[in-house]
């Protein structure tokens, strides 16, 4: 492998007096007098160099973006893919260096808009910090990507890949949202919890292990008042969101409808135990049905997971709501 990449490198590499020409890639290193150029083939072009300590030992490599399948002439450069390699000094042969391409799973580009790699410790069960790779567009990251450099393979190893409309990541946890085409403006959000701490991939180092919880959300804000929304889903979402919010998830129900339920401390909502002792409820499926007979009458069938104080998580259960309007306002009225 080493072999390789060197070879590569010097297929590359072009080694010149200090002073590099504008339109090549420049790689300063330690020594002044030398300065290290890529010519990059007609088909790329050149995002930004990056000085980061990707492989932990103690110096910083080089790290290039670039972007490629360049559109022609005089299109939009935004919204083309970008990948990167690293430069890693050889330190029993300098100048020479070794590179290495990050490869995402499944030959995935990394980014396609702010690309931004940072050294962050995201695996709590592997020493030192790890490569995570940033994509945003307009403010949100799309895409993230995670490598560690593996001394014994001599490659950065991808340990995650995530890309859809919004992405959070906290140590051993990434939480995903995608955003689905519903007239409701509704959101899948998956969380993903990493395997020992370690990766989030299944063994093959190529696929994503499945989600450990998933539900439907609001994909923008939740309306001021829900009750409002000429979308009835939303009511029904809205009161699982706020399922132990006494003082206002009354105001979801129709005259006596919710007293007739016992305030869902008997299960008639979906979850076993008292409201008190629920910490969250995943609505993991939502569908609306029409009434042909009556456009104010509406169903809403929801599967929802309620989740106990202590983590404990209940079977699902599937619950079909009869809706009402009235005065342009929807409410729950009864579930069949």
Not at 99 to 125: F, I, N, Q, W
Not at 184 to 203: E, F, K, N, S
Not at 279 to 293: K, M, N, Q, R
């Amino acid at each position: 492998m080493r072999r390789t990449t060197t070879c590569m490198l010097l297929a590359l590499l072009l080694c010149l007096p200090l002073g590099c020409d504008s339109g090549e890639i420049n790689l300063p290193q330690q020594n002044p007098s030398l300065c290290f150029t890529i010519p990059l083939p007609d088909q790329w072009r050149y995002i930004g160099t990056y000085s980061l300590d990707t492989n932990g030992d103690g110096a910083d490599e080089r790290m290039i973006l670039y972007s490629f399948d360049q559109p022609v002439a005089g299109a939009k450069q935004h919204g083309n893919p970008i990948a990167a390699f690293v430069y890693q000094p050889d330190d029993k042969k300098p100048p020479n260096f070794f590179v290495h391409h990050l490869r995402a799973p499944g030959d995935d580009y990394l980014c396609e808009c702010e690309c931004t790699p940072k050294m962050e410790d995201v695996l709590s069960g592997l020493g030192g910090h790890e490569l995570v790779i940033h994509d945003k567009c307009d403010g949100e990251r799309v895409r993230l990507t995670i490598f560690q450099w593996s001394q014994t393979q001599w490659a950065y190893l991808p340990l995650g890949h995530f890309h859809s409309h919004r992405i959070e990541v906290m140590t051993d946890t990434v939480t995903v949202e995608e955003r689905q085409e519903s007239r409701a403006q509704l959101a899948m959000r998956q969380v993903y919890y990493a395997a020992g701490g370690q990766t989030y991939l299944l063994d093959d180092q190529r696929t994503l292990a499945p989600p450990a919880k998933y539900e439907f959300v609001f994909s923008h804000e939740e309306p001021k008042d829900v009750t409002l929304s000429p979308y009835p889903e939303k009511i029904v979402l809205a009161f699982y969101q706020h399922y132990t919010d006494t003082a206002n998830v009354s105001t979801y129900f129709a005259d006596e409808a919710w007293d007739g339920l016992n305030q869902c401390d008997t299960g008639q909502c979906g979850c076993t135990t008292p409201r008190i002792g629920v910490a969250h409820v995943w609505v993991t499926s939502l569908e609306y049905f029409e009434d042909p007979t009556d456009p104010n009458h509406t169903t809403v069938e929801v599967t929802v997971v309620c989740e106990y104080s202590d983590g404990t998580p209940e079977n699902g259960a599937f619950i079909r709501w009869r809706l009402v309007r009235a005065a342009d306002r929807w409410q729950i009225s009864s579930r069949e």
